[in-house]
């Protein structure tokens, strides 16, 4: 999102509200109330609630849809497939954390995008999951159960948000170099 609209700054001022009170909690009195103008006026912009949303949501899934197509599609190993799958949720979380709040815990209240929202997501774990399989079959990773080393990435990576905004001053280019490196290379000399 370029954030230089209106509708833009709506749903910027709606995912972050998302984030802190979750969909269900939220009215759009609230996102107007927050954004100083009547409730009425936000109407001239964006449809619905759902309509926010729906473009929080599938914005989020796409760009890490498209850039996971990139990785699985490049000549590069392994390793250097599964570091820029860890970099593109690093930023992804640094530019728009409060959407990577809305994509992981208010996914399930879209409604007409609900389906096209789980394809992309189940392409983009079958994905990850088919290059950690080549990895292991290649030998360029250990050979550990695929669905495991999936379970602990993703676990990491989707609720690297919570963490990032927490910490605040965590440096972003210190993150992007250490958190491969952690979770690819481990902690033991």
């Keep these: 999102m370029n954030?230089?609209?209106?509708?833009?700054?709506?749903?910027?001022?709606?995912?972050?509200?998302?984030?802190?009170?979750?969909?269900?909690?939220?009215?759009?009195?609230?996102i107007a109330d927050k954004m100083e103008i009547k409730a009425a006026s936000l109407y001239?912009?964006?449809?619905?609630?759902?309509?926010?949303?729906?473009?929080?949501?599938?914005?989020?899934?796409?760009?890490?849809?498209?850039?996971?197509?990139?990785?699985?599609?490049?000549?590069?190993?392994?390793?250097?497939?599964?570091?820029?799958?860890?970099e593109l949720h690093i930023d992804i979380t640094i530019e728009n954390a409060d959407a990577l709040a809305a994509l992981n815990n208010d996914w399930m209240h879209l409604?007409?995008?609900?389906?096209?929202?789980?394809?992309?997501?189940?392409?983009?774990?079958?994905?990850?999951?088919?290059?950690l399989n080549t990895g292991i079959a290649n030998g360029e990773i250990v050979a550990r159960d695929p669905?495991?080393?999936?379970?602990?990435?993703?676990?990491?990576?989707?609720t690297l948000y919570l963490w990032y905004t927490k910490k605040g001053g965590v440096d972003a280019k210190k993150l992007k170099e250490d958190m491969p490196e952690t979770l690819l290379n481990g902690i033991i000399r």
């Excluded at 709506?10 to 759009?28: D, H, P, Q, R, W």
């Excluded at 890490?64 to 860890?86: C, D, G, N, P």
């Excluded at 999936?150 to 990491?156: A, H």
């Design 111 to 131: 409604e007409g995008n609900l389906a096209y929202f789980i394809q992309m997501r189940d392409a983009y774990e079958n994905n990850f999951r088919s290059i």
């Design 147 to 158: 669905e495991i080393i999936l379970f602990s990435l993703l676990s990491t990576l989707r």
């Design 44 to 86: 001239n912009h964006i449809q619905s609630k759902q309509e926010i949303l729906d473009t929080i949501i599938i914005q989020i899934a796409e760009q890490f849809t498209a850039k996971m197509q990139t990785i699985v599609e490049s000549k590069e190993t392994t390793y250097q497939k599964l570091r820029h799958i860890i």
């Design 3 to 30: 954030k230089n609209t209106r509708k833009d700054k709506i749903i910027a001022v709606a995912a972050k509200l998302f984030k802190e009170k979750g969909y269900s909690a939220i009215t759009m009195r609230d």
